[in-house]
């Protein structure tokens, strides 16, 4: 039987510790510091040659410290002999950059880089929880598990929707359209509403809302919002103003 063992980055140590507690996997010692030119220092304090060693890191407000630091803990596991090294990262940075916004922009692909990079690093398998796009699946040559929860969203829905006939999901755009009627199906086939960004001004900031039309009805309804990823909240603030605005109950 393979020795396991979790090391926690920097985003949240304390989910890292119940993880281990409840996976009853050894929570390893780590040393993460900088030097004077705030480039970050790693260094595994416990064994982990011909150990599976898993890493623990989330989202953040410094996603690009963050992933170095990612990309360095692997890597001191992967030189000290790790057998394996497994990334649980429940929101992998860098999904919503998939693909171009159009053919003609000199954009990145940055999910597609970051896949080449957590393998160069070490890792060996990612495990996630609702990739921002299939698309992204196809970018990995390591294994990467993608784990879903609508069913857990489902269970509390189910609480409070009652009459279906009074109750429709919402997807805030396109993109989260299938993981609306997913849930839709789970509470007993609800109707699903739809909005639909317009073409955005190319000299807007990121993360300012674009404008957007709808396609459903809400009129005396309650209406579930059900999206992937928030930033700022723009666009869900913007949405729901909307849904109100077109007769829905809350």
Not at 48 to 65: A, H, M
Not at 81 to 109: C, F, H, M, N, W
């Given at each position: ?5 979790l ?14 507690q ?34 623990y ?12 630091e ?50 160069a ?40 929707v ?33 909005f ?8 807007k900031?990121?993360?300012v ?31 729901k ?10």
């Amino acid at each position: 039987m393979i020795d396991k063992i979790l090391f926690a980055g920097s985003t949240d140590p304390k989910a890292a510790k119940k993880l281990a507690q409840k996976a009853k996997i050894g929570l390893g010692r780590i040393l993460i510091k900088k030097f004077a030119c705030n480039e970050k220092y790693i260094q595994l304090l416990d064994d982990v040659k011909r150990k599976l060693v898993y890493i623990y890191q989330t989202s953040s407000l410094n996603p690009d410290e963050i992933l170095i630091e990612t990309f360095l803990i692997a890597n001191a596991a992967k030189e000290s002999g790790a057998k394996k090294v497994i990334l649980i990262s429940p929101s992998l940075l860098y999904s919503r950059q998939d693909k171009k916004t159009s053919p003609e922009k000199r954009e990145p692909i940055s999910a597609k880089i970051l896949a080449r990079l957590y393998q160069a690093s070490g890792i060996d398998k990612v495990i996630t929880c609702h990739l921002h796009s299939k698309r992204i699946l196809n970018y990995y040559k390591i294994k990467i598990l993608d784990l879903k929860f609508h069913h857990l969203f489902a269970k509390e829905l189910r609480k409070m929707v009652k009459r279906k006939e009074n109750w429709q999901v919402i997807a805030p755009d396109e993109g989260a359209k299938e993981d609306a009627n997913i849930l839709a199906s789970l509470l007993g086939n609800l109707k699903v509403g739809i909005f639909k960004k317009q073409r955005e001004d190319p000299t807007k900031r990121v993360n300012v809302p674009s404008p957007f039309k709808f396609s459903g009805s809400v009129k005396g309804k309650n209406a579930i919002l059900f999206d992937d990823m928030v930033d700022t909240g723009g666009t869900i603030i913007q949405v729901k103003e909307k849904l109100l605005s077109l007769g829905a109950k809350k």
